[in-house]
């Protein structure tokens, strides 16, 4: 079975510093790769995804993330954070070949200080 | 509305009850998918409608856990003889249902469960 790692479980950062969120999947098909956001007492909402082609992928709010095959990662980032990006990050693969269920990592709470 | 809604928003029962929990997805979105997660955990798959067939029940832990979507719209998920273990919030989301796993699935707020 498929399973999906999140390296960091709890982050703080200062405004403007740089982000970076690790996620790594163990599945050696072809793939489809998602990064979810939950702001506080808001739904699950689509930052970005990867299905093919360019392995940069730009998402909402300024957020990109990086495919890398032979890392089997899917890392988040962004160049400067603000506190309106304090929220819960959850990396998500679904195994392609017609399957729809997304498997989740266990997500990392991002908490950006003033 | 224009979202994936849910209801009731939180339920209270006693081990042994039989619950059920609505989602109702977004308008015109033929796929519906059921996940639960437990705190400090991601989203685990349940099920998943294309229409108003279970194309992937996989992920229902037991045999306690059951769901319809008899009109292809609104989905009820059914769990009964509820244990404690089942506390956790409930998630349904919906999907256009044209492009398989590349679709965005669109989450709705939950329902958050209780079992005493």
């Known amino acids: 079975a498929q399973s999906v790692s999140q390296h960091n479980h709890h982050v703080i950062l200062s405004e403007a510093a740089s982000l970076e969120l690790g996620c790594n999947y163990s599945?050696?098909?072809?793939?489809?790769l998602f990064w979810y956001v939950q702001y506080p007492g808001q739904h699950l909402q689509l930052l970005l995804k990867y299905f093919s082609g360019d392995p940069l992928v730009k998402g909402i709010k300024g957020f990109e993330a990086e495919f890398i095959k032979s890392k089997f990662s899917f890392n988040l980032r962004k160049p400067s954070v603000q506190w309106s990006d304090t929220a819960e990050y959850f990396c998500a693969v679904n195994a392609g070949g017609g399957r729809r269920a997304l498997t989740f990592g266990s997500g990392t709470r991002l908490q950006v200080q003033p | 509305g224009a979202g994936v809604s849910q209801t009731p928003s939180n339920k209270v029962t006693e081990k042994g009850k039989y619950v059920e929990l609505r989602c109702d997805p977004i308008s015109g979105h033929t796929a519906l998918y059921w996940y639960r997660q437990s705190l400090g955990q991601g989203p685990e798959f349940l099920i998943y409608?294309?229409?108003?067939?279970?194309?992937?029940d996989s992920g229902l832990p037991n045999d306690r856990f059951f769901a319809v979507r008899p009109e292809g719209s609104v989905s009820t998920l059914k769990i009964q003889r509820t244990e404690r273990g089942d506390s956790a919030v409930y998630l349904c989301?919906?999907?256009?249902?044209?492009?398989?796993?590349?679709?965005?699935?669109?989450f709705g707020p939950g329902t958050r469960l209780l079992v005493l």
């Open positions: 409608f294309q229409g108003t067939g279970a194309a992937d």
């Open positions: 989301a919906s999907s256009l249902g044209s492009f398989a796993g590349q679709e965005t699935q669109y």
């Open positions: 599945y050696g098909g072809t793939v489809n």
